[in-house]
């Protein structure tokens, strides 16, 4: 299964909405898709898991949607510390944790 | 506080082996799945292996019959031996831990120790 984010870059001012894409190349179980945020020079930090379900201590701004082969992330009003690289992720059976290839949001 | 500290990583000529090395605290590497994940610079994320609870591993087919992963309980580490090193592995290689119950996530990441491959 292959993951290809879009847009690449997305460039926001503070208090925009922020909408990711994430789209899969076959269908796939919801339950196994994740997002995941990163800063520079820091790990990934897990965001959104089961597509919807936010992670512990994930402020509500942060919602995740989707099914079938195409899911979304969406940040409803950017803070500063949101400026980051955002990642889907999705296991398979192969076993295999897939990412996609990531979607920077840069203030504009 | 649950929590992975990684180490070992470095410099190496291609070729070359490396073990590197996941501290835990707070859980015990036995009851987590414990799994690595990398990130050549300026690039993204890359599943490299994982040793589950019970003790079986998988690995990406990148690192098959190079890598090996494994655990040692009274050091509550687990390890990552890379064999044949090439500059392809060259990445900042991330341990990130998961419950048997929500494998298909990682909830517990380090910080990472960076590998470069070069001579």
């Known amino acids: 299964i292959v993951l290809t984010q879009s847009p690449g870059t997305l460039s926001l001012s503070p208090g925009e909405r922020a909408t990711l894409s994430c789209r899969a190349s076959q269908s796939v179980y919801s339950s196994y898709l994740a997002w995941y945020q990163q800063k520079p020079s820091q790990a990934p930090r897990l965001l959104i898991y089961g597509a919807s379900s936010r992670a512990t201590d994930i402020p509500d701004r942060f919602s995740g949607s989707g099914s079938g082969t195409d899911f979304t992330l969406t940040i409803s009003r950017l803070e500063p510390e949101d400026f980051a690289v955002y990642y889907c992720q999705y296991y398979d059976s192969s076993p295999a944790w897939t990412f996609g290839q990531g979607t920077k949001v840069e203030i504009k | 506080e649950v929590q992975v500290v990684e180490s070992g990583g470095g410099l190496i000529q291609p070729g070359g082996s490396l073990r590197l090395s996941c501290a835990a605290s707070g859980f015990s590497v036995n009851s987590k799945y414990i799994g690595w994940v990398r990130q050549a610079p300026g690039k993204g994320l890359e599943w490299v292996s994982i040793i589950y609870s019970g003790g079986s591993t998988d690995y990406a087919d990148s690192v098959k019959g190079r890598f090996s992963i494994s655990r040692d309980k009274s050091q509550n580490t687990v390890y990552l031996q890379m064999n044949s090193l090439s500059a392809e592995d060259t990445a900042v290689y991330y341990c990130?831990?998961?419950?048997?119950?929500?494998?298909?996530?990682?909830?517990?990441w380090g910080r990472g120790t960076l590998v470069t491959v070069s001579s």
């Open positions: 990130a831990g998961t419950d048997w119950d929500r494998y298909w996530y990682f909830d517990v």
